[in-house]
């Protein structure tokens, strides 16, 4: 663990992390506090970057196309993102690693089901789904993050699955079970705390993969809604306005890759940091 | 080997029977009607209901479920609900498309992913390093924003290539040459579009796989005979890396045509994911359904066809002494 810390990978994955999540947390101190605020549009629509208009207030990416301050909206963009990329990941975590749990540690035909369910929802299209569930309600928040759960869990199954199998042999398991335990309990005090490990790189790997599918279902229209302001729908819009605002969607964009970057690096990190037979 | 692709084939064949029951239930679950689409808002209840009546779609589900089945395997796929046209026309025209677009980008993502990848896991720290912020920065890029960036580059500012569509609109008084240098022009940004992302993680992939087995005995005896790096490289290390990287070639499948759908979406490229999204949004249910079969057996397909080439390359396998 103490590797970690001077893994640079790791230092700049949790530095990001960092000061995005602050200033989405911060968001009304470190912006102007009113992202869907809109002004004299005419006067202030498509301001570019670093520039301050008529009523004195300075806007460090711009304007979009309504005069809303861009830096505003990319900080309240970020609260809705970040959230929604961590709850999504909570769920396919909690569901993932239910699965697996029973599927490892119940053979027979328990485990044979849960196994062929993995695989068929692996092989599904992702974006195929989710554009069906996503079409299944009024498109919102909490709807993204059941459709993005859902559809993620997969690989943290398996995983989990792996874990459980090999750690279910070792004889701290059976000397659990010949104790008298229950079967539930020895899963879930004795195995699964010990089978965690490989699911919280998947969590790192995960939490990217999630804002960039949020992003990708609020470009299609059907994630998060506008004036809720989410880096998807800001790109979606900035669409539109890409020859004489091209900061609108350039700005979210950047947003976007640098936490998914962060997110990755992280992962890797954490991965090499936990798989005792890797030397760098 | 031949009863391990016969096994592949029945586990592809219920993948597609499974999604295609799945969409099934969630576009008819989904709210939204396509007939009141269809109709418009001044129709009457007694028009919509006959509307509907004429579609099959006041019959219980499982019969309209029935119905379509016996309909589709015998090749009838009905008319889009929204356009009227025949839905076999619409696909026929989006299928060659999407293949175009993922099967080019996917050959150029892992052969160039593969140089990358190969040069990274021999090369120097300093080299290494560069190379993999480069290929996760690739790998991270959301594929919709980078359509629309390259688009802003190449065809708003530099005048370069055009940003929609298939063909330009004088695409039908052209001939020869200059006919498929339209096709080519047009087909350049979506293509670069999956293609950037795409050696991004072959790259990541390949440099893991490569080192993996460069710390295996086996290469030091390689070596250790004297062979040169290049030899080993080839002979020893990449052919043992190429195992893991093929059959990731065909998990990674259903992402690259997720992948296809927003990329057509940016640059309105005329595929099965462009359709997709429009007949989604429709409540086109004609069209979802043809959509997502044919979706599921190209996945299925690739997978499959990715197991002969595992297959191919490792001998252990081929023979039918290894397991997989």
């Known amino acids: ?280 | 080997m031949l009863a391990h692709l016969g096994t592949r084939t029945l586990v592809g064949a219920v993948v597609v029977a499974g999604v295609v029951t799945l969409t099934f239930l969630l576009v008819r679950l989904a709210p939204g009607d396509p007939v009141e689409r269809l109709l418009g808002p001044t129709a009457t209840p007694a028009q919509l209901a006959a509307q509907r009546r004429a579609l099959g779609l006041d019959r219980p589900l499982a019969a309209q479920y029935a119905i379509w089945l016996a309909r589709f395997v015998r090749g009838d796929w009905g008319r889009s609900i929204a356009t009227g046209r025949p839905v076999r026309e619409l696909l026929g025209d989006a299928v060659p498309a999407t293949v175009a677009l993922v099967g080019t980008s996917l050959i150029l993502s892992y052969l160039l992913g593969l140089a990358v990848g190969a040069w990274q896991s021999g090369a120097g720290p300093r080299v290494d390093a560069t190379l993999s912020v480069t290929t996760v920065t690739l790998f991270a890029l959301p594929g919709f924003w980078l359509g629309l960036m390259l688009a802003m580059a190449f065809t708003y500012w530099a005048h370069w290539l055009p940003a929609f569509g298939a063909t330009g609109l004088d695409a039908n008084a052209l001939t020869g040459w200059s006919r498929l240098a339209d096709r080519l022009r047009h087909f350049a940004l979506p293509l670069a579009t999956l293609t950037l992302i795409g050696i991004g993680g072959a790259a990541r992939f390949v440099r893991g796989a490569m080192r993996d087995v460069r710390s295996q005995a086996f290469v030091r005896t390689a070596e250790a005979k004297g062979l040169s790096p290049f030899r080993v490289t080839r002979r020893h290390v990449a052919r043992n890396a190429l195992i893991p990287v093929i059959t990731l070639i065909g998990l990674s499948l259903p992402a690259l045509f997720s992948g296809a759908v927003l990329v057509e979406a940016v640059f309105a490229w005329p595929g099965v994911g462009r359709r997709l999204v429009e007949a989604v949004q429709a409540r086109d249910y004609p069209v979802v359904m043809a959509a997502t079969v044919v979706t599921a057996v190209l996945v299925v397909a690739g997978n499959l066809l990715t197991d002969l080439g595992v297959a191919w390359i490792d001998p252990r396998i081929r023979r039918g002494k290894g397991e997989t």
């Open chain 1, 1 to 280: 663990m103490r590797s970690l810390w001077r893994d640079r990978r790791a230092a700049f994955g949790v530095a990001v992390l960092a000061i995005v999540t602050g200033a989405a947390v911060a968001g009304p101190l470190v912006s102007s506090g009113s992202p869907t605020v809109q002004h004299d549009v005419v006067a202030t629509r498509f301001l570019p970057p670093l520039v301050t208009d008529h009523s004195g207030s300075f806007h460090p990416l711009g304007t979009d196309r309504f005069g809303r301050d861009v830096w505003t909206r990319l900080v309240y963009g970020a609260r809705v993102s970040l959230t929604v990329g961590v709850l999504a990941v909570l769920l396919s975590l909690v569901v993932g690693v239910v699965v697996g749990g029973v599927a490892g540690f119940w053979p027979g035909p328990v485990r044979t089901a849960l196994l062929a369910l993995t695989d068929f929802v692996l092989a599904l299209p992702r974006v195929v789904l989710l554009l069906l569930l996503a079409a299944m309600a009024r498109p919102s928040a909490v709807l993204v993050i059941a459709a993005l759960g859902l559809t993620g869990w997969m690989s943290v199954a398996r995983l989990v699955h792996g874990e459980v199998r090999s750690l279910a042999a070792r004889p701290f398991v059976e000397g659990a079970v010949a104790l008298g335990l229950s079967r539930r309990r020895v899963l879930a005090r004795h195995i699964l705390p010990n089978a965690l490990t490989p699911v919280i790189v998947s969590a790192a790997l995960g939490l990217g993969n999630a804002i960039t599918l949020e992003a990708s279902l609020s470009f299609l229209g059907v994630g998060v809604q506008p004036p809720t302001p989410s880096w998807g729908n800001m790109i979606a819009s900035g669409r539109d306005t890409l020859v004489n605002a091209p900061w609108v969607a350039a700005a979210p964009g950047i947003a976007l890759v640098l936490v998914v970057v962060a997110c990755t690096l992280l992962g890797d990190a954490l991965q090499d940091a936990l798989d005792p037979t890797f030397t760098r």
